[in-house]
């Protein structure tokens, strides 16, 4: 699975790409649909910008042969899922009485950034030691 990690992790940035671009949930209040760059009056602002931005960095640190971008995605990642839950339950969330229908793009993202993670704990490559110190 480490030897694929990297590759797994650019299909689902890729993934969370086309899930930012696809509908999130349907307002019927407002008859429109929302994504991660458009709500209405922009009132839930453009989540996907911050969330293709920290994916990106994410998944470009799996390909460097560094330990501190190997550490860096684990952070990127964490913070990644934190920043999907939180828009999960804001475009999902009921408001005024009234229930949005989530959709597909919504569940896709989550679902990316929760693999963009996983595959953060899965690096491939090993470590060396540094002979000068002892």
Partial sequence: MTRYSKWISLLAFALMIAACFMPWA???????????????????????????VIAGFATLSAFIKNLWF????????GLNVAYAIKNFLLFGSCYLGYCPEKELGLYLMLIASVVIFIMSFLPEGSVKKDEGKE
Avoid: I, Q
């Fill in 26 to 52: 349907y307002y019927a209040d407002v008859d429109k649909h929302f994504n991660g760059f458009y709500s209405e009056r922009n009132m839930y602002g453009k989540p996907a910008k911050l969330l293709l």
């Fill in 70 to 77: 190997k550490r860096a995605a684990l952070l990127l990642g």
